[in-house]
C-alpha cells in the first residue's frame, strides 16, 4: 500500500475529526446538543481509558503474559459495576462545586489548598508525560510500518510523524477546548470527536480480530486450538499480580486526569452514569474479545522478534489486507490521539489553574477578583499550557523513544497516577481527612513510586542505578527499590503498588488525625462527605425549570410576604403582564437578588438566586461569605440582644422605682389622710363642746362632762402627736438609744407598774425565777415596748376572766419574751397588717389611741437589735420579743 | 316649728355623737343614732328619718358605700355627709355617692343646723 496514500487517508481522517468536533461545538452552542448529551456519546467517551498502549499494547501483553492483560479491563469493569455510587459521588460533587480537574478536586475538598492541588498536578504531569510519548511513538511505528518502502526510512519517518501529530494534536485540543472559559463549558467538540473515534477504534479492533479468526485461520474452532497449543495458554496465573493489577487499573480509571475529564468534567448528566456502568464495561469486553487470537496467530504467523505490539497492523500488512491495515492504523491513530488531547486537556487545566494561575494572581496581587483581563491570562495559560505538555510529551519521546523505558510506562503510569486515591477517596468519605493529610499522603507515594518504579526504569541502563537496584541506596539492602524492607518475591509493579499505597494511605491517615483543619477545610469537607444529602435538600430546585412561584415562596420567606407580592406584581406590571406572575427575565433576576441581598446579604441572595435559577451549588468563596455575613448579624444582633436587655433592665428598675413611688405616693396619701382623720376626730369634739360651752345653755353637771370630754381628747390629742413624734423620730434613725445594763425583771416590774391601775382588772402571770437575766439594752425604751403590749392587752383581750402571761425563755446569747392573754386572740388577716401604722383592730373609741402603738414598738425592738412578731397558734392574742443579751 | 322633724346621726366617735345630739335636740329635732356601718342602710330605711348627718369613716363600711346604695336604692332622703378627711377628692366623692351637703371635720355647731334646716326646707 501506498506511504503516500496512507498519509491521505490519516490526514482525511483527522480533518473529518476536526468536521465532527466544529460541528457538535457548533450545534451545542445553538442548544442543539441533544444527542451530544446523549448517555452513548458519554460512554463512548470514557474510550479515552483505551489508548494506543490498550489497542496494540493488549496484543503484545497477552503475547507476553497470558490473560494477565485481562486486568486492564477489569479494574473499570469492577468500578463502574460495583462502585458507580462512587463514580456518582464525584460526578455530583464535581457539578456542585464546579470542578475544572482532578487537582482541583482535592484543592477544593482540602480547603482550597494550592499546595495539594500542586502536588497533584506535578504527579499527573509527571506520570502522564512518559504516556503521551507512548502514544506519540505509537503513532510514529505505525506510520513507519507502512513506510518500508520509503526513501526516508522507517525511523526518520517515525521521528518526523512524531512532531506532526504532537503539532495537530496541539491544536485540537486548543482549538475546541479552550475557545472559552465559562465554567459551566463542557467540551462538546472534543466529546463528540473522541466518540467518533471510540467507535472507529473498536470497529477496527473488531475487523482485524473477524480477520484473523475468519479470514487467517479457519474459524473459531480453529483458534481455541491454536490458542490451546500456543504459549498463551501455558502462562501461570500469579495471584499477586492479578490481584496488583486489577486493583491498579480500577485506580486509575478514577484517577487518571484524562478519565476524570470525561467522567466528572464532561458529564452532563447525572444519569448517562448509570448507563456507562453496563454499557463501557461491554464496549471493554468487546476491546478484549479478539486480543488473545491476534496475539496467538501473530506469534504463529510472523517472524521471531518482531514487535507484538504492533500485531494488530502487521498481520493485515503481511497478508496483503491494505484496506484493513489502514483501518487498523486509523483505530490505533484513533486511541492515542484521542488519549492525548483529552490528557493534554485535562493537564492544561491543572497547570493552568493549580500552577500558572495562582502564581500569577500573586505576582499581580489583585486577590481573586476576577475581571476580564484574568479571563484572557487563563486562556492564554491554558493554551500554553497544552502546547508545554505536548511539547514536554514529544521531547521525552524524542528523547527515550524505542526503549523499554517507554513501552512498559503504562503500567508504571498508573501507579503513577494512583496516588491521588487515598487522598481522594478519603476526602470523600472521611471528614478528618486534612490538607496536612493529603500533602504528605501524595508526597510519601509520589517519592516512593519514584524511588521504586519510575527511576529506577528510566535509568535501568544506566551503572548508577543498577547498582542501586542490586545494593539499595547507599549499599542499605533493605532500601533496594525492587525490595523494599526486604519485601524480594513481588513483581516490581505489585510491590510498588504495595508500598506507595501503604506508606500513602498511612500518611495520609496519620498526618490527617494529627493535624488540624482550618474552617474552609471542615466546611468543605462537610460537602464532599455529605454531597447526596446536601444534594437531596436542595433537590427540589435542581434540575426543574425554575418557576416564578417558586421564587415568589423563597422571597416571601426572606423580604415577607406582602412586599414580595408587591414586588412581583411590580414586575410583572412593567412587563405588560398585569394580573400573572412575571416571567423569569435576567433583569427580574437581578432586581429580586438586589431586594434579597438587601434583607439578607449579598453573599447569601447570590448564593440563594444562584442555587435556584442555576441548579448548581454554592462555590466556597459564597459559602465563607455567607458565614461571614451570618457572623456579622449573630454578633450584631447579640449587641442588640445586649442593647435590649439593657434596656428592659433599666425599663423594669424603673418600673420598680415608679411602683415603689406610687406605692410610696399611695402610703403617704393614706398616711396623711389617718393623720387628719386622727387629728380632726379629738378636734371636733373639742370644737363643738367648746362651742356649747361657750353658749352658754348648759347646767352644772352637763358643764363639768362637757369639760372633762374636751379635756379628754385635749391630751388624746397630745398624745397622738407624742407618737407620730416618736414615730418619726424612730423611723429618721434619729433616736438616741441610753445603752445599760438592765435585769430583764426589773423592766417588766416597770412596765407592769405603769399600765396597772384601778381600772384594771387584768391578772398577770409571770414567773420572776425566769426573768434573772441581764440585757445590755436601752431600758426606757424596752419598758415602752412592754408597757405597749401590756396595754393592748388590757385593751384587747375579750376574756370575762382577762388574763396576760409573760413568759420567758433563755435562749443563751438572746432571750425570748413572750406576752400570751387569753382573749381571742388576732384573726390572720390581720396578723399581717398589725405592725403597721394606724392599723386599729377594732373601733377607735375602744382602742382609744390612733394605731401607732406596735408600728413604734416594732421600730423600738428594730434598734434594740431584735425582733417583734405576733405569736399564732397561743390562746389569745400573743407577741413574742426577741432580744440579743449583747448588743453587738 | 309645728311639727318634730328626725334627724339620723352616723357616728362612731361617742363624744362628736354626744356633741351634735345636745346641739340639736336644743333646736328640736328628734335624734336617733346609729354608729354601725354594716347596718346603717337598714336603719336609714327603717326609721326613715327627715335627714341624715352621715359620717365617712364608720366601722364596717364606710359612709360613701352607704350612701350609694342608698341612693341606688330610689331613696332621696337629704344627707349631710361629715368627714376628718378634708381633702378635695372626699368632697368630690361624696357628691357623686349622692350627698346633699358635705362637711368637714371639726365643724362649727351653727352650720350644722342651718345645714339641717335648709335641706329639710327643700
Known amino acids: 500500500m501506498s506511504f503516500n496514500l496512507l498519509i491521505l487517508a490519516s490526514l482525511g481522517y483527522v480533518v473529518f475529526l476536526f468536521i465532527v468536533a466544529f460541528v457538535a461545538e457548533d450545534r451545542a452552542e445553538r442548544g442543539h446538543s441533544g444527542w451530544a448529551r446523549s448517555p452513548w456519546v458519554y460512554t463512548l467517551s470514557l474510550s479515552v481509558y483505551c489508548t494506543a498502549w490498550t489497542f496494540y499494547g493488549a496484543v503484545g501483553f497477552a503475547a507476553r503474559s497470558g490473560l494477565e492483560f485481562l486486568t486492564i479491563y477489569l479494574g473499570p469493569t469492577l468500578v463502574l459495576v460495583g462502585w458507580w455510587w462512587l463514580l456518582r459521588k464525584l460526578v455530583q460533587i464535581g457539578k456542585a462545586q464546579r470542578i475544572t480537574s482532578i487537582a482541583d478536586l482535592l484543592s477544593s475538598r482540602y480547603g482550597k489548598s494550592n499546595l495539594v492541588g500542586a502536588i497533584v498536578t506535578v504527579l499527573a504531569v509527571i506520570g502522564t508525560t512518559p504516556y503521551i510519548a507512548l502514544q506519540l511513538q505509537s503513532v510514529s511505528l505505525s506510520v513507519a510500518a507502512f513506510a518500508s518502502n520509503t526513501p526516508l ?5 517515525a521521528k518526523t510523524t512524531g512532531i506532526w501529530v504532537a503539532v495537530g494534536l496541539a491544536l485540537f485540543a486548543i482549538l475546541f477546548g479552550t475557545r472559552n472559559l465559562d465554567v459551566d463549558e463542557r467540551h462538546h467538540g472534543v466529546v463528540t470527536a473522541i466518540a467518533v473515534e471510540a467507535v472507529v477504534k473498536l470497529f477496527a479492533l473488531i475487523a482485524v480480530g473477524i480477520f484473523v479468526v475468519w479470514g487467517v485461520a479457519d474459524g473459531a474452532a480453529d483458534i481455541k486450538n491454536r490458542i490451546d497449543a500456543s504459549e498463551i495458554a501455558q502462562f501461570n496465573v500469579d495471584n499477586s499480580r492479578w490481584i496488583g493489577l486489577t486493583f491498579l487499573s480500577a485506580a486509575a480509571f478514577i484517577c487518571l486526569p484524562r478519565m476524570f475529564q470525561v467522567l466528572v468534567v464532561e458529564n452532563e ?7 456507562a456502568s453496563w454499557a463501557f464495561p461491554l464496549y471493554l469486553a468487546a476491546m478484549s474479545l479478539f486480543v488473545v487470537p491476534i496475539a496467538v496467530v501473530g506469534l504463529e504467523l510472523l517472524p521471531e522478534g518482531s514487535n507484538p505490539d504492533l500485531f494488530v497492523l502487521t498481520i493485515p500488512l503481511t497478508q496483503g489486507a491494505d484496506g484493513l491495515a489502514l483501518l487498523a492504523f486509523l483505530g490505533g491513530f484513533s486511541s492515542a490521539t484521542s488519549m492525548v488531547i483529552v490528557a493534554a486537556l485535562a493537564l492544561a487545566t491543572m497547570v493552568s489553574n493549580n500552577m500558572v494561575m495562582p502564581l500569577y494572581l500573586r505576582a499581580q496581587n489583585i486577590g481573586a477578583t476576577v475581571s476580564g483581563d484574568v479571563r484572557a491570562v ?24 524505542g526503549t523499554v523505558a517507554l513501552s512498559s510506562i503504562g503500567l508504571i503510569s498508573f501507579v503513577g497516577v494512583a496516588q491521588v486515591l487515598p487522598a481522594l477517596i478519603g476526602g470523600l468519605f472521611w471528614r478528618g481527612g486534612t490538607r496536612t493529610g493529603a500533602a504528605l499522603g501524595l508526597i510519601v507515594g509520589f517519592s516512593i513510586w519514584m524511588y521504586t518504579l519510575l527511576l529506577p526504569t528510566l535509568f535501568a541502563d544506566t551503572n548508577v542505578y543498577s547498582s542501586i537496584v542490586g545494593d ?27 508500598w506507595t499505597m501503604l506508606l500513602n494511605a498511612s500518611a495520609f491517615i496519620i498526618a490527617s488525625i494529627c493535624s488540624f483543619p482550618n474552617p474552609v477545610e471542615r466546611l468543605q469537607a462537610t460537602t464532599f462527605v455529605n454531597v447526596f444529602d446536601l444534594a437531596e435538600e436542595t433537590g427540589g430546585w435542581r434540575g426543574a425549570a425554575i418557576e416564578a412561584e417558586d421564587l415568589l415562596v423563597m422571597a416571601q420567606r426572606i423580604i415577607g410576604g406582602r412586599d414580595a407580592q408587591r414586588l412581583f406584581t411590580q414586575v ?24 434579597l441581598a438587601g434583607s439578607v446579604g449579598a453573599a447569601t441572595a447570590h448564593a440563594m438566586m444562584g442555587q435556584i435559577t442555576g441548579g448548581s451549588s454554592v462555590s466556597v468563596e459564597e459559602l465563607m461569605a455567607v458565614a461571614d455575613e451570618t457572623a456579622q448579624m449573630l454578633e450584631y444582633s447579640n449587641q442588640l440582644e445586649v442593647k435590649s436587655a439593657e434596656l428592659e433592665r433599666t425599663a423594669r428598675q424603673l418600673r420598680n422605682a415608679n411602683e415603689k413611688l406610687t406605692a410610696l405616693s399611695v402610703q403617704k396619701d393614706a398616711f396623711l389622710s389617718q393623720i387628719s382623720h386622727e387629728l380632726r376626730t379629738p378636734m371636733t369634739s373639742i370644737r363643738a363642746f367648746s362651742e356649747i360651752l361657750r353658749e352658754g345653755d348648759v347646767n352644772g353637771a352637763e358643764r363639768a362632762r362637757y369639760a372633762d370630754i374636751i379635756h379628754d381628747e385635749a391630751r388624746r ?18 433616736v438616741s438609744l441610753n445603752i445599760e445594763n438592765a435585769r430583764l425583771e426589773q423592766l417588766i416590774n416597770r412596765a407592769i407598774d405603769a399600765c396597772v391601775n384601778s381600772s384594771s382588772q387584768m391578772h398577770i402571770k409571770r414567773n420572776r425565777a425566769n426573768e434573772a437575766i441581764m440585757l445590755a439594752t436601752d431600758p426606757d425604751r424596752l419598758a415602752q415596748v412592754f408597757i405597749n403590749l401590756i396595754t393592748n392587752a388590757q385593751k384587747y383581750c375579750d376574756a370575762p376572766k382577762a388574763e396576760l402571761r409573760i413568759r420567758i425563755a433563755d435562749l443563751g446569747p438572746s432571750v425570748q419574751v413572750d406576752f400570751i392573754d387569753n382573749g381571742s386572740g388576732i384573726g390572720v388577716a390581720q396578723q399581717a397588717v398589725i405592725f403597721e401604722k394606724f392599723s386599729r383592730l377594732t373601733d377607735h373609741a375602744r382602742a382609744g389611741g390612733a394605731g401607732l402603738g406596735l408600728a413604734i414598738c416594732r421600730e423600738i425592738v428594730g434598734k434594740l437589735g431584735g425582733t417583734i412578731e405576733y405569736l ?3 390562746d389569745g392574742a400573743a407577741f413574742r420579743v426577741t432580744l440579743a443579751k449583747s448588743l453587738p | 316649728m309645728s311639727e318634730t322633724k328626725t334627724v339620723l346621726l352616723v357616728e362612731d366617735e361617742p363624744n362628736i355623737m354626744e356633741a351634735l345630739r345636745f346641739v340639736l335636740e336644743r333646736d328640736d329635732w328628734r335624734v336617733v343614732t346609729h354608729s354601725d356601718g354594716a347596718t346603717a342602710l337598714g336603719a336609714i330605711t327603717d326609721i326613715a328619718p327627715h335627714v341624715v348627718v352621715l359620717d365617712v369613716m364608720l366601722p364596717n363600711k364606710s359612709g360613701f358605700d352607704i350612701l350609694r346604695e342608698l341612693r341606688a336604692g330610689q331613696n332621696t332622703v337629704p344627707v349631710l355627709m361629715l368627714t376628718a378627711r378634708g381633702q378635695q377628692k372626699d368632697r368630690d366623692m361624696a357628691i357623686e355617692a349622692g350627698a346633699n351637703r358635705f362637711m368637714t371635720k371639726p365643724f362649727a355647731n351653727r352650720d350644722v343646723r342651718d345645714a339641717l334646716n335648709t335641706l329639710i326646707a327643700q
Open chain 1, 153 to 157: 526510512g522507517p525511523l526518520d519517518v
Open chain 1, 269 to 275: 448528566d447525572e444519569n448517562n452514569l448509570s448507563i
Open chain 1, 378 to 401: 487563563v486562556l492564554v495559560s491554558r493554551r500554553l499550557s497544552i502546547v508545554a505538555v505536548l511539547l514536554l510529551g514529544y521531547i521525552y519521546y524524542a528523547v527515550s523513544g
Open chain 1, 472 to 498: 539499595g541506596l547507599f549499599g542499605i539492602e533493605w532500601l533496594r527499590p525492587y525490595a523494599l524492607f526486604g519485601v524480594t518475591r513481588l513483581d516490581p509493579i505489585v510491590h510498588s503498588v504495595f
Open chain 1, 572 to 595: 410583572a406590571r412593567k412587563q405588560g403582564k398585569e394580573g400573572y406572575l412575571p416571567d423569569i427575565t435576567p433583569d427580574f433576576i437581578t432586581v429580586l437578588e438586589r431586594r
Open chain 1, 717 to 734: 390629742l397630745t398624745r397622738l402627736l407624742d407618737d407620730l413624734l416618736d414615730l418619726a423620730v424612730l423611723e429618721n434613725g434619729q
Open chain 1, 872 to 874: 399564732p397558734g397561743q
